[in-house]
C-alpha cells in the first residue's frame, strides 16, 4: 500500500539552528500538507502546497518556515531558525484530489534544545 | 478564525462498552472527515461526511454529520482493546481551501 514517508524520524537540533524535514508523498498525488502537533495537543495546520506554491498557511507559518518541491518526489520543511516552542511532532500529508482524506506520514518529532 | 471543539476529551469505558464523541464547529464545514491516532502514531483516515445529516457506518462506528453541518459525531459500539487511541475530526470550510482544522479530540482508553 503506497505511503507517506517522513525522514528522519527524530531530530535533536540546538535553539538558532535550521532544520530540514523531509517527505516523500504518495508518488501520484498533487495536494501536499504540513501540519504539527505540540505532546498531548490536537494536530495543528501550516501549509498546504499544490501546483508548485503554497495555496495556504497558517498564522504559525511564519518567515521563519517554507517549504519546497526540490524534485519530484520529495517535499521539504525548512525552520530557518529554530526556537524552543517548534518542539513538536510534525506530520507531512498529501492527498490525490481537492477535498478528499489526507494521507500523513509517520511523523518528524522535532526537539530544541 | 474557525474553531473545532470536542467532547470529551477523555473517555475510559470497560471493553463491551459503547462510546461516543461529538465535534462542534464555529462555523459551517463544507465537509469534515474523522482520523484515529493511535498512541504514539499519526493520524489514520477513517471517514469523510459530506451532506447534511448524512450517516455512515463501518462495522462498529457510526458517523453521522448535523443538519446544520456544523457538527458531528462517532459512536463506537461494543468497544473493544483496539479501539485504544484519540478520535480526531477535522473538517473544511466552504472557501476555505484545502486545509482541515482538526478538533481538540477524544482520547479513549479501554479497559479489560
Known amino acids: 500500500e503506497p505511503e507517506v514517508t517522513q525522514t528522519p524520524s527524530h531530530q535533536v537540533t540546538q535553539m538558532g539552528q535550521e532544520v530540514i524535514l523531509r517527505c516523500v508523498p504518495i508518488s501520484n498525488h498533487l495536494y501536499f500538507y504540513w501540519y504539527r502537533q505540540i505532546l498531548g495537543q490536537k494536530v495543528e495546520f501550516l501549509v498546504s502546497?499544490?501546483?508548485?506554491?503554497?495555496?495556504?498557511k497558517s498564522e504559525i507559518f511564519d518567515d521563519q518556515f517554507s517549504v519546497e518541491r526540490p524534485d519530484g518526489s520529495n517535499f521539504t520543511l525548512k525552520i530557518r531558525s529554530t526556537k524552543l516552542e517548534d518542539s513538536a511532532m510534525y506530520f507531512c500529508?498529501?492527498?490525490?484530489?481537492?477535498?478528499?482524506?489526507?494521507?500523513f506520514g509517520q511523523g518528524t518529532r522535532l526537539t530544541v534544545v | 478564525g474557525q474553531q473545532v471543539m470536542q467532547i470529551p476529551q477523555y473517555q475510559h469505558v470497560q471493553e463491551g462498552e459503547d462510546f461516543t464523541t461529538y465535534c462542534n464547529s464555529s462555523?459551517?464545514?463544507?465537509?469534515i472527515q474523522w482520523y484515529k491516532q493511535r498512541p504514539g502514531g499519526h493520524p489514520v483516515f477513517l471517514i469523510q461526511l459530506v451532506k447534511s445529516g448524512e450517516v455512515k457506518k463501518q462495522k462498529r462506528l457510526t458517523f453521522q454529520f448535523g443538519e446544520a453541518k456544523k457538527n458531528s459525531s462517532l459512536h463506537i459500539t461494543a468497544t473493544q482493546t483496539t479501539d485504544v487511541g484519540t478520535y480526531f475530526c477535522?473538517?473544511?470550510?466552504?472557501?476555505?481551501?484545502?486545509?482541515?482544522?482538526f478538533g481538540t479530540g477524544t482520547q479513549l482508553k479501554v479497559e479489560l
Open positions: 502546497f499544490y501546483n508548485n506554491e503554497i495555496s495556504e
Open positions: 500529508a498529501s492527498s490525490g484530489f481537492e477535498n478528499t482524506e489526507a494521507f
Open positions: 477535522a473538517g473544511r470550510t466552504a472557501g476555505g481551501g484545502n486545509k482541515l482544522t
Open positions: 462555523t459551517t464545514l463544507s465537509n
